[in-house]
């Protein structure tokens, strides 16, 4: 299972995560995004995957929901 | 600072309190004989299992974070390069001296600790991180590095000055600085114990960890474990400053009640309003709640607060806790490392609503405010954003009547009890 992460030194806050996967993430009044760690499966997952592929600075990351810090 | 005055007697198996600070002469730093007559000497390398001492003593880290200082040497030693060793020096908590002192009056406890480290890891550098405007510190631990010269062969000792600064001394803000000469945080992973200095694993432990983990190393888990409670056992420093009669730092047990804590302090000066544990990465705690809590983790969690490096400020009825806190977290949201959007945007929008709300005809926008301290949690590459938005929310808890008086154009005291500091 995989869930989503944001590296916040390199996220510049376009936004797109936002648009592209609304199910876990939302903006914040800056344009920086609150992410829900929640793991993403089914639909959600493709929407994940494409967030991180259109990431203008790579910041968003798919990671395994039980690693992590 | 303040302690008791060391016996002139070589001490060994100090049975009581003040242990770690037994050796602090009148007001200059213990020489390497002085240092030996009072602990003395380490064991020699090889001739212990460091890791098991620290395990079984109990030890944790005291830097703030609390982490067990054993499972820490093991997470190093499981690595496959050469670790390296540091001596996290670098205090930037403001309301905070207990590092200061410890690299001021014994530096060969720390050096002793660096070492022993090194040995257990079988790493060949120990690195002492000393804050930049610690001159004081810096020239003691190096003058202390030239006397050790020839007394271990194994582990090259050096001093680093480091930056000042709140967020400086955080682990990998510490390590970057090392390697890349940038005293910000990184993300994480990796590690430090995974890859730190020179991308060699690196175990990072606070100075007063390592003067404790010398003391082990002598005396033995059983000996640490005299004093303190079985979960939180031995004795640690504690600055406490505010409405104090003698201000400064103390070693007591864990599990000391903070009313005894005072008292040793020479007692209050006026009355308490609230007391600030763990300095500004920590929280306020009411009059009531401080006055039963006592010296321990599990005490103050159980609270809403934590005991981070034990920092503590008393404060009066006469100080505002509204205007003290705005002052704070100015200084807090300033020290961001200026790296991670949520930190940068979220922490100036909390100072500064704190800030309206101190000045003259305050608004009410305390709603606005609980959203930013409940958001910017868990959003930044350190815990810088975490430590600011639980010393804003427990402010607003503790400090409710007053900031209703300050919506209604009253400021209920005058008096500072927080150092004036700004971020650099």
Known sequence: ?69 | MRTAPATATAMVRPPGLPRLLAGVRSDFAATLDEHLATYGPPPAAGTIDLTALADASGLRGLGGAGFPTGRKLAAVAGQPRRPVVIANGAEGEPVSGKDKVLLRYLPHLVLDGATAAAHALGAREAIVAVSRSDSDGLETVNAAIHERHGFDKRVRLRAVAVPDGFVAGEETALIQFLNRGVAKPTFTPPLPFERGVGRAPTLVQNVETLAQLALIARFGPDWFRAVGTWEEPGSALVTISGAVGEPGVYEVAFGTPLRDLVTQAGGVTEHVRAFLVGGFFGTWLGENEAREARLLETDLRARGARLGARAIVVLPPSACGICESAHALRYLADSSAGQCGPCVHGLEAIAASFERLAAPNARDERQRLSRWITQVRGRGACRHPDGTAAFAASALQVFASEAEQHLHGRCPGSRSVLPAVAAR
């Open chain 1, 1 to 69: 299972m995989k869930r989503v992460r944001v590296n916040p030194i390199t996220c510049e806050g376009h936004g797109l995560c936002a648009e592209l996967l609304p199910e876990r993430i939302q903006l914040d009044e800056w344009g920086f995004p609150i992410v829900d760690p929640e793991p993403v499966t089914g639909e959600a997952a493709r929407h994940a995957a494409r967030a991180v592929e259109a990431c203008p600075t790579l910041a968003l990351l798919l990671e395994n929901a039980q690693g992590g810090r």
